[in-house]
Every structure is written in C-alpha cells, then in structure tokens.
C-alpha cells in the first residue's frame, strides 16, 4: 500500500518541471541538460559527445530521485542527492564555459560556422558581449539571418533605432525649451533695466523740478 503511495506521488510530481529539492542548484542543472545534449550533434564538441550522453543520463536518474525524495521515499538520501547535484554542477558549469569559450573564439576567428551553431543556444550569453556580437552579425547578415537569434537582434535593433529618436526628439526640445527659457530670462532682464532707467529718470525729473521749484521761490523772496 506504502509503495503504491510514494508511486502515485512521483507520477504527481513528474508533471512538475523540476524537483522542488534543493531547486536552486537543481533547476540550474536540469534546466540546461537538453541545450547541453545539443551539443552533442555539433562536430565542434564530437570529442565531447560520450561525456555529454552519460552526463545527460546521469542527470535523469539524479532527477527521478529527486521527485522520489520530494514524495518521501526514505529509500533514497537527502544529502547523498545533494552530493550528486553538486557534483552534476561542476559538469554543467565546465560545458557551459566550454561553449562560451568556443563561441567568443568563434568572433575572435571570424568564424561564421560555428558561430552559427552556437548563437542560438540558451547556455550561451548573448549579455556578456552584447556589441561584439551585434557587430559581427551586421558584417555577415547574409549568413546568419536564418538564426533564431537573427529576429531577437533585429528587434534590438530596432528598439535601439526608436530609443535613438526618443532621445533625440527629446533633446531637441530640451534645446527649445532652454533656449526659449534663455530668451525670456533675456526678456525679463531687459525689461527690469528698462523699468529702472524708467525710474531714474522720473527720479531726475522731479529732482530737476524740485530745484526749479526751490529757484523760482528762492528768487521771489529776493525780489
């Protein structure tokens, strides 16, 4: 009855993606298997090929233990399937460096096969070296435009494109707008001196009539 229970359990569970055991390090490696396995029919990695096939079945069995675990069978070890997890990691991060290598070599050399082979792979990062792939593809389009990866780089591209404008549009109407600021300052500056001389000169009009004002008086009482 127990068995038919822990069976009924993983059947459940091998629905979900991955063992939701020690899923950080596991979904990592679980996640890459299949891009991993492509490797496998790229002459590139021909003296990889055996490695990448046991790996790839010792990455299932681990898997199946896992959703075991994850359902309770106490036939199988906590930390014995950590161990091997961690140990399938290593295998994972040294294929992954290998095909980041091979792929930035493969700009380095101007080598559009392999290149080409890679460029569409989820385990090569495609950030790290973002312009320089940019720029290899824009010199050899032609061969490259039946990649995957070929329509993500012509929508960033094209974002780029339209980003491009944006900002242009709008510093061209920052420009305007600190220029048009610039004249009113201009403007306002003008008309406070204009103001001034406006009062000075009342000022010395009424200076001047006061002291034609006091003459006259002064000259009556002579008188």
């Not at 021909?46 to 790996?55: D, F, H, L, M, T």
């Not at 989820?122 to 312009?131: C, F, G, L, P, S």
């Not at 780089?153 to 404008?165: G, L, Q, W």
Request: proline fraction near 0%; aromatic fraction near 10%; charged fraction near 40%.
């Amino acid at each position: 009855m127990l068995k038919l229970f822990i069976l009924s359990v993983v059947f459940f569970f091998s629905f979900a993606k991955n063992p939701a055991v020690y899923s950080l390090l596991g979904d990592v490696v679980y996640n890459n298997v299949s891009e991993i396995k492509r490797l496998s029919d790229l002459s590139l990695f021909s003296s990889e090929k055996q490695n990448i096939i046991e790996y790839a079945a010792e990455c299932e069995e681990l898997k199946k233990k896992g959703f075991s675990i994850e359902a309770g069978d106490v036939k199988y070890d906590k930390m014995e399937y950590l161990s091997e997890l961690r140990k399938l990691s290593k295998i994972n991060d040294r294929f992954v460096r290998l095909a980041n290598t091979k792929f930035i070599k493969s700009i380095d050399d101007n080598d559009i096969g392999t290149f080409k082979e890679l460029i569409d792979l989820k385990i090569v990062n495609k950030q790290a070296e973002k312009e320089k792939i940019r720029n290899f593809i824009s010199e050899h389009k032609a061969q490259l435009e039946t990649t995957q990866y070929y329509m993500t780089y012509k929508e960033e591209m094209e974002k780029d494109k339209i980003e491009k404008e944006r900002l242009s549009k709008q510093r061209n109407k920052n420009y305007a707008k600190e220029k048009y600021s610039n004249i009113e300052r201009i403007r306002d500056k003008d008309k406070k001196r204009q103001e001034s001389l406006k009062k000075e000169l009342e000022k010395m009009v009424e200076d001047k009539k006061k002291q034609i004002y006091k003459q006259q008086k002064e000259g009556l009482q002579n008188y």
